[in-house]
């Protein structure tokens, strides 16, 4: 098992949020499958027992005010694209953590593995959509 489990105070700017987000990603485990842009990326992951169908997860951090996470069954690399998009509560702005959350004065979290990740922005804010993200296989 390949179980990834960090708390850190950073910086307090969405990049080094971000990557944390990109090292932390591999180290559970998930493979990068897209690089789409430094910014943009696909991880993908057949589970721990590596026996799963492939699941996908897109990560734009190119903006300044969040970071979006989209999950998706499939993922062409050529094209870019992806096939059954699911948001967390079906909406853009439920999948993002706002940048608001990227403060230097509370410490962050980034825990999982190759089924189920969590990432917190700040931990200090409970309660407080928008403050973090959970996806999985």
Known sequence: M????YEFYYDGTRATFWGYIQIAMINMG??????ISSTVKVYRSNGES???PY???WIDAGTSTYIEFRAYQYWNSTTHAGVRLRYAADGATSSRIT???FTSSHPG????DKNVVTIVANLSTANTANNGIMFGH
Do not use: M
Request: glycine share 18%.
């Open 2 to 5: 390949a179980y990834y489990g």
């Open 30 to 35: 998930w493979e990068l499958h897209d690089n």
């Open 50 to 52: 590596g026996n799963e």
């Open 55 to 57: 699941g996908y997860i």
């Open 99 to 101: 940048a608001a959350y």
């Open 109 to 112: 979290l980034i825990v999982g």
